[in-house]
């Protein structure tokens, strides 16, 4: 017998390459094959646009037909304007010059809203941060219309700001009769720059604003306006709520000099936006006396936040409809936590090892499918949540800051994002402790806990920023969708505000996640499964 | 013949033994399963020391200056780590029932004690039994976190605020009542977990109805009458109104109402809870 040359029985058949797509369609087969899985994810889609859509508030008062009409800038963002302008009308280039000698301010101490032709009492002497006087150059005195201004504000020195939402700071420090400031503001085309000095002789360029589609003749003057002042119910708790009160703000000019323009022009007198955000009727207004003017207004010119803190009408930003993300969120989280965790309760984890021996791999299959499902199933429920969600907020009459198409996408795609990210921290967390409890508590406690407790109230405010921007729950910054302005003060609390820019609240969600994933993968080398 | 008749009425001591001498031994059983269970000892050294460092860790980030004004309940404040803490109670309560059904250990606990609703009960005395010393701990040590704390940080009595301290008759009501709403955040979770019985969707669950059923009420604004309804009748919102000591009045709920609220939530859970296990297969 010849045993020994008896050739070993190989399979006729080729190995089969060993490539990542097979073992994605492999971690993929088994998600789609479980339907309580499938079921959970639409149910998750359903959960997102439930909540979002039924938020909406409902203007009881006037049965949903009252849409307030915010106006909105050249940006196409809602500004507050209204202002007592003082103003002759300016044909071709000219430049403006002041001196002003004294900006005061009177607060209600009421609080609440007052509309116009309202008498308003317990008028106290105050002027509030952002109290404005100075001079402007205006394309109308319609509100909304672009413009650029120099004016001294109540606490933050010389401002040059321009169309709503620009803000460049000049000369520091209070205005007094014994330190006046002086302001220009010269037109030349469409570019309008501002000069400041404290003695009228040496000048300082503060800064130059390009003011697209400016008609021939503007408007020009000067100005005076102050916002409504926002006092929280607890300083330190945020969403606490609180009360608005409109305030006036007084300034004196003299020195008025224009060049270029009609010469001999008549002053007049106009309120912009009247009962916007403010007093109006006999509380402002301008008394002219041998070349010193003194004007009263009230009002603000620069953009409206979400949330009505610094607006008279019931505003909001896009975040109101993802409310529904938090209950999609934990379901799943909760999938994704069983889409390994399973695997070990019941042994599948072995045969998926012995099919696939390289277990970082395996991981990387395992985070890619989960992240992608929850990825496309998030993204479209909040696309419906948003879109669906903004026409519904206005048929209710509830006012839905506007936002631009570049940050909606970033706004559904970015939660779109967060909910996967957050599914492959919970797969990274199961496949680490192996039990489903812990990866599903461990998640949900570190990415919606910190978020409910900063928007119910809970934590005072600092804590909460604080824990908002270190904790998993950062991510939640990606819905954001109004900026954050300095100038403008207000109640900038979630769900409408975060304390991290968007894309580097995911950032901080994203690093979380490496860890995880980088835990999970080690240990999966290293332990027997 | 007659020796089958005779094994026919052979019957085991037990099956003739009234409920309350079963129950006796369906605690000393669960009893046994929870202390050897390996992670109890974790979760409860966790729930005290997760609620006191929440708890320390808001008082030290929350300073009331001069003129400023502040959060007026400074128990309410240093009570903040239970919001914490109640995430691993439910764990606890969750694993006590679902670790049973994924192992299949549920089958031999029912085959051993049929008295299904006699097992229940046995968890949840057991689950209160453990809950309810990690709860004193834990609430002892916020409260000794905000009288070290707070008064350091501008929560003066000299300006007002009340010093938490057991001299103060709100903070001990607060003080008992949170303990108490510990124990029943427990039988609530361990009911809700009965009834769904997979460990992930029972945390899931529990841990969403804690903290999503807080904006319940963030939804309602347009309706202040079902608003306030959400805001009395809800399990979690009205049991966490026994933390308040100011500003009563203004409470959609007492106190003590809030507390009794969510211990009929907890009851009827359970209750619920029972006669599903009597009605559905393990």
Not at chain 1, 155 to 169: E, K, L, N, P
Not at chain 1, 457 to 471: D, F, K, M, N
Not at chain 2, 73 to 94: C, K, P, S, Y
Not at chain 2, 120 to 146: E, H, N, Q, R, Y
Request: proline letters at 5%; a positive charge.
């Amino acid at each position: 017998m010849t045993a020994g040359t008896i050739a070993p029985y190989r399979s006729p058949e080729k190995p089969a390459k060993d490539r990542f797509s097979q073992l994605m369609h492999a971690e993929w087969t088994k998600f789609r094959t479980v339907r309580g899985w499938l079921i959970a994810m639409f149910l998750a889609v359903v959960l997102i646009d439930m909540v979002g859509l039924l938020v909406v508030r409902p203007n009881v008062q006037c049965g949903g037909a009252c849409l307030p009409n915010v106006p909105t800038g050249p940006g196409g963002e809602a500004v507050n304007d209204s202002f007592y302008f003082v103003r002759q009308p300016l044909a071709g280039n000219g430049s403006i010059t002041v001196r002003v000698t004294s900006l005061t301010g009177q607060t209600s101490q009421t609080g609440g809203n007052f509309g116009p032709g309202q008498q308003q009492g317990g008028l106290t002497p105050g002027l509030v941060p952002w109290a404005k006087a100075g001079i402007i150059i205006a394309a109308s005195t319609r509100q909304g219309s672009p413009y650029a201004a120099m004016m001294v504000t109540g606490s933050h020195g010389v401002r040059m700001q321009y169309d709503f939402t620009q803000d460049i700071a000049g000369l520091p420090g209070a205005v007094s009769a014994a330190s006046p400031r002086w302001l220009r503001l010269v037109r030349s085309g469409d570019t309008i720059t501002g000069y400041d000095s404290a003695d009228g002789t040496r000048w300082a360029t503060v800064g130059s604003a390009s003011l697209a589609g400016l008609p021939g003749t503007v408007q020009w003057g000067m100005l005076a306006t102050s916002p409504l002042t926002f006092k929280s119910n607890f300083a330190t708790y945020a969403e606490s709520g609180g009360s608005v009160s409109p305030t006036l703000a007084t300034g004196v000019l003299d020195h008025v000099s224009l060049r270029g323009g009609q010469p001999g022009g008549q002053w007049t007198g106009v309120e912009v936006g009247a009962g916007g955000a403010g007093y109006s009727g006999h509380a402002v207004g301008f008394r002219q006396a041998h070349g010193q003017f003194t004007i009263t207004g009230s009002g603000d010119i620069g953009p409206v936040i979400g949330g009505g803190s610094n607006t008279e009408y019931d505003t909001s930003t896009v975040a109101l409809h993802l409310l529904g993300v938090l209950l999609g969120l934990v379901v799943m989280v909760v999938i994704a936590a069983m889409f390994i965790t399973l695997e070990y309760r019941r042994g599948l984890i072995r045969t998926t090892l012995a099919a696939s021996p390289r277990r970082g791999r395996l991981l990387a299959a395992k985070a890619l499918v989960i992240g992608l499902v929850t990825f496309v199933f998030g993204t479209a429920a909040v696309a419906v949540a948003v879109i669906v969600g903004i026409w519904v907020s206005r048929d209710g009459g509830q006012y839905v800051l506007p936002l631009s198409p570049l940050t909606g996408l970033r706004v559904i795609a970015g939660t779109g994002a967060m909910l996967a990210l957050a599914s492959v921290l919970a797969l990274s967390i199961g496949a680490v402790v192996r039990r489903s409890v812990a990866a599903v508590a461990a998640v949900v406690v570190a990415i919606l806990m910190p978020y409910i407790l900063g928007v119910t109230g809970v934590l005072p405010a600092s804590a909460s920023e604080w824990i908002l921007r270190v904790s998993p729950a950062a991510g939640f910054a990606i819905e954001q969708s109004a900026p954050q302005y300095h100038q403008v003060i207000g109640q900038y609390a979630p769900p409408d505000y975060f304390p991290l820019p968007p894309f580097a609240g995911l950032a901080v969600l994203c690093g979380y996640v490496a860890v995880a994933l980088g835990l999970a993968s080690w240990l999966l080398h290293r332990r027997d499964a | 013949m007659s020796q089958a008749l005779t094994i026919a009425r052979h019957r085991l001591p037990h099956s003739a033994a009234p409920a309350w001498e079963s129950f006796g031994d369906a605690l000393r059983a669960e009893w046994t399963k929870m202390r050897t269970m390996p992670g109890t000892a974790w979760i409860l050294a966790g729930i005290c020391a997760l609620t006191v460092a929440v708890s320390a860790g808001t008082d030290a980030a929350t300073k009331c200056t001069i003129g400023g004004a502040c959060a007026a309940d400074t128990t309410r404040l240093t009570l903040t780590g239970i919001e914490v803490g109640q995430a691993l109670v439910a764990v606890l309560a969750v694993l006590a029932i679902t670790g049973e059904y994924s192992t299949g250990m549920i089958r031999t606990t029912f085959a051993a004690m049929p008295r299904r609703s006699v097992v229940l009960a046995a968890k949840a005395s057991v689950l209160t039994c453990l809950v309810l010393p990690a709860a004193v701990v834990a609430v002892a040590g916020s409260l000794a976190a905000g009288w070290l704390i707070l008064p350091g940080n501008g929560f003066t009595a000299v300006r007002g605020f009340a010093l938490v301290s057991l001299a103060h008759g709100p903070t001990v009501r607060a003080a008992v009542g949170s303990v108490l709403y510990l124990a029943l955040i427990g039988l609530l979770s361990l009911a809700i977990a009965t009834m769904v019985r997979d460990s992930a969707v029972a945390t899931g669950s529990v841990l969403g109805l804690l903290y999503v059923a807080p904006i319940a009420s963030l939804l309602l604004a347009g309706q202040p009458v079902w608003q306030r309804r959400v805001q009395r009748y809800a399990p979690v919102n009205s049991g966490l109104t026994i933390e308040d000591t100011t500003g009563l009045r203004h409470l959609p709920i007492g106190p003590w109402g809030g507390l009794g609220v969510l211990a009929i939530w907890a009851a009827a859970s359970l209750l619920t809870a029972a006669l599903a296990l009597r009605l559905r297969d393990a």
